[in-house]
C-alpha cells in the first residue's frame, strides 16, 4: 500500500483581476456553455503569469492571472515538506486549495486523511465564542467526538499557555494568544495532516521553538505529515526534510530543503563581492554618522577559504567627540548571524574614520556572507546599516580526503585537532 497522502497533479488556480464576473455578458453566457457542454473555459486560454507588476498584464492585455499554474507534487505519510517562495508566488493559494478553502480551476488533489490548516490568525475561530468553546468547535469540524477533544482539552490550554483566558471570548485575545491556541488546537486534535502558514511568525521566541518542537513530534514520533510555509529560511531548514520553491505560481525547484533554500536565497542574491559606495548626498546615516563605502578588502583575484581578509566600513562623523563603536555583523546565506565583532568604544573627531575586521584566513567556510553594520552610542543602537555589502567564499582544498560540503559557516582548520592511540 502506498505511504503517499497528498498527490497533487496538473493543479492550477485562476484569478480575474479587478471586479467579479468577466465583466461582460457574452464572456460569462461563453462561460456557461462551455461548463454545460464538458468544455474548458475559454477564459483560462488567456491567462497571464503570476507577478506582482503590471508590466508582463499589460504587455499581454489580459484580466486574467494565474496564481497556480501546473502544479505536480506528492507528500509521504511522515513527512515535512517545507514551502517556500517569494510573497505572491502562490504558497497560500496552494494551502488554501489543500485546506479546500478555494477550489482550483483545473487539476486534481487526493488527499488521504484529516486535515488541519493554520493559514491566517484567527482561521476557525469565531471571535464571539470563548477559547474553550472553539476548541470543542474546531474538534467538531474535524470530526471528533466530546469525549475525544476532553482527553485532550487540558493538554491543549497548557501548550498553549492561555488558561487565565480560556474562557474570555477570543475577540479579545491578542493575535499571539490567538495563534498559540490555533496552533495548539490544530496540532493536539490529531490530523493526519497539518498545513501552517506563516501565522507563527506572529508568536514570540518561546513559542515559536515550541510550536517548532512539537511539529517534529507530529512528524517523526506520531507519523503524521505537515507542510509548512514560512519565510524564515533557519526554521525551515531545521524543521523540513523536503521542499518546494513556487516562482510566479510554478514550481521551480523539488528537492531536499536545504538544496532549496540554498537555491532560493542564491537566486535572491548576487553572487561574488558586492561592494558598496556612497556619495555624501545619498549616503546611508543619520545626522552624525553617514555611510561612504562599505566593501572586502584582500590580496588575490579570488577570495578563498585559505585567503585572509578586511571586512572594512568607511564613514563620516558630524560631531566632534560623538561617542560610538562599530559592531559588525557577519550573517550566513540562510540569514543566521555567525559572529558579531566591535570596535572600542570612543569619541570620535569630526570627519571621516575607518572600521576595520580583519578575518583571517581558515576560519570562513565556503559560501555566502552578509555584512551588517550597527552603530552604538551610549550602550544603545544609534543606526543600523542593514546589508550594507556581501560577498563570497571559495572553496580550495589543496590536500583533503573529504570531498564534500564541509558543514556550517566555519572552518577553522588552525585549531588543532589530534587523533592518538591511548591503548
Not at 114 to 133: D, K, N, W, Y
Request: aromatic fraction near 10%; hydrophobic fraction near 40%; charged fraction near 20%.
Amino acid at each position: 500500500m502506498s505511504n503517499t497522502v497528498i498527490k497533487v497533479e496538473n493543479l492550477s488556480k485562476q484569478y480575474r483581476l479587478g471586479q467579479v464576473g468577466t465583466g461582460t455578458i457574452r464572456d460569462d453566457l461563453s462561460r456557461f456553455w462551455a461548463k454545460v457542454l464538458g468544455k474548458e473555459d475559454p477564459t483560462m486560454k488567456i491567462g497571464a503569469t503570476n507577478t506582482l507588476t503590471s508590466q508582463q498584464l499589460n504587455e499581454k492585455q489580459s484580466n486574467y492571472v494565474w496564481a497556480l499554474k501546473d502544479i505536480n507534487f506528492s507528500v509521504e505519510q511522515g513527512e515535512v515538506l517545507g514551502i517556500i517562495g517569494k510573497n505572491g508566488a502562490g504558497k497560500s493559494t496552494l494551502l488554501k486549495i489543500l485546506s479546500k478553502v478555494t477550489t482550483p480551476t483545473s487539476g486534481n488533489i487526493k488527499v488521504k486523511g484529516r486535515i488541519a490548516s493554520l493559514l491566517e490568525v484567527g482561521t476557525g475561530f469565531h471571535p464571539e465564542l470563548s477559547g474553550r468553546e472553539n476548541v470543542f468547535l474546531n474538534g467538531a469540524i474535524l470530526g471528533m467526538t466530546k469525549t475525544e477533544i476532553r482527553s485532550k482539552f487540558d493538554e491543549i490550554v497548557d501548550f498553549a499557555g492561555v488558561e487565565r483566558y480560556i474562557d474570555t471570548p477570543v475577540k479579545r485575545y491578542s493575535s499571539g494568544m490567538y495563534v498559540r491556541l490555533a496552533f495548539a488546537v490544530a496540532a493536539h486534535l490529531e490530523p493526519e495532516i497539518l498545513i501552517v502558514d506563516e501565522v507563527l511568525a506572529v508568536g514570540d521566541t518561546e513559542f515559536q521553538k515550541k510550536a517548532i518542537g512539537k511539529m517534529q513530534d507530529i512528524s517523526s514520533g506520531q507519523g503524521r505529515t505537515v507542510l509548512f510555509v514560512s519565510h524564515n529560511m533557519t526554521a525551515v531548514k531545521n524543521l523540513c526534510k523536503a521542499g518546494i520553491l513556487l516562482k510566479n505560481g510554478c514550481i521551480e525547484f523539488n528537492e531536499q530543503i536545504n538544496t532549496v533554500v540554498d537555491y532560493y536565497l542564491s537566486d535572491e542574491t548576487t553572487k561574488g563581492i558586492v561592494n558598496n559606495y556612497w556619495d555624501f548626498g545619498n549616503a546611508p546615516g543619520l545626522d552624525k554618522i553617514r555611510i561612504k563605502s562599505a566593501y572586502i578588502q584582500y590580496e588575490g583575484e579570488i577570495l578563498t577559504v585559505n585567503t585572509p581578509y578586511d571586512i572594512v566600513t568607511e564613514f563620516w562623523c558630524l560631531e566632534e567627540g560623538f561617542p560610538v563603536n562599530v559592531s559588525m555583523h557577519l550573517f550566513d546565506i540562510g540569514g543566521t548571524c555567525v559572529f558579531n565583532l566591535s570596535t572600542d568604544n570612543i569619541p570620535l573627531k569630526k570627519g571621516l574614520h575607518l572600521a576595520i575586521f580583519h578575518i583571517p584566513a581558515f576560519l570562513m567556510n565556503d559560501g555566502v556572507y552578509f555584512v551588517s553594520n550597527m552603530f552604538v552610542s551610549d550602550s544603545k543602537s544609534y543606526f543600523l546599516h542593514e546589508h550594507a555589502h556581501s560577498f563570497e567564499v571559495v572553496e580550495k582544498r589543496e590536500t583533503s580526503n573529504w570531498h564534500g560540503k564541509w558543514i556550517g559557516s566555519v572552518r577553522p582548520t588552525f585549531i588543532p585537532a589530534i587523533l592518538v592511540k591511548i591503548d
